[in-house]
């Protein structure tokens, strides 16, 4: 499938780097791998490998195609990294929005995720950015966001897969390094979604660490990121 494919930018002569593996958003429903081109600058001077993946696009599939795609990309990234430079050991895994709620499930699902080749070792942390970490809502307002996930991203006849999709439900016995970020300006379900995921994380033993940058709204705190000195490049620094 044309969106299951990966961009792969290298610092020039890279060996053994760290490789930051960055989803896109877009709502599950739109978006592309190119929408984190502009931060490879930034990254690679960092002295990291930047991995772009797609994945296939709701409503054409749904979610468990599209948490699949995640996976076997991060399983691909794993296997194939010395080839690009990077260090198969030395996986972070990030994204915004939707990107960031697979980025938080890929990582939190770790049956799944070992089972596809990928182990906790070689995960350094997962920084997923205004990820939508909770896909459950009792009544969701047709036409919403919230009413998107029932009609559109999960299997048709399948409510109850928002809890098998939804990061929350998957922090028990989590060892990673988790960086939670958002905006204080971020939609009400990011917020506290994010909240409520870093309160069960706090109860793991892999340490967490939560950043709400004031003022920034769900797109700003992604634009953001064309700013070097963006506090969650700090964050990013601090895992490598």
Do not use: K
């Amino acid at each position: 499938d044309r969106l299951q494919r990966l961009d792969v930018y290298a610092p020039a002569g890279a060996a053994n780097a760290p490789v930051l593996v960055s989803w896109h958003g877009g709502g599950w429903t739109n978006g592309y791998r190119e929408y984190n081109r502009f931060m490879a600058p930034i990254v690679t001077r960092m002295g990291m490998v930047l991995v772009a993946p797609s994945y296939r696009l709701t409503p054409a599939h749904h979610m468990p195609e599209t948490a699949a795609d995640a996976l076997a990309a991060l399983a691909h990234v794993h296997r194939h990294a010395a080839e690009w430079g990077g260090n198969p050991q030395r996986l972070i895994l990030t994204g915004h929005s939707a990107g960031g709620h697979l980025a938080a499930l890929t990582a939190l699902r770790a049956a799944t995720r070992q089972a596809a080749g990928v182990p906790d070792s070689a995960i350094a942390a997962c920084l997923p950015i205004s990820g939508i970490m909770d896909l459950h809502h009792p009544g969701p307002v047709p036409g919403s966001l919230e009413a998107r996930v029932y009609d559109t991203v999960l299997q048709p006849g399948q409510p109850h897969d928002d809890a098998v999709f939804s990061p929350l439900c998957w922090a028990a016995g989590n060892r990673l390094p988790m960086v939670l970020s958002w905006g204080s300006q971020d939609s009400e379900r990011v917020r506290l979604s994010n909240q409520r995921l870093a309160a069960m994380l706090r109860l793991q033993s892999g340490s967490v660490a939560t950043h709400c940058l004031e003022g920034v709204d769900h797109f700003g705190i992604h634009i953001g990121l064309r700013d070097p000195a963006h506090p969650w490049y700090q964050a990013l620094a601090a895992h490598l």
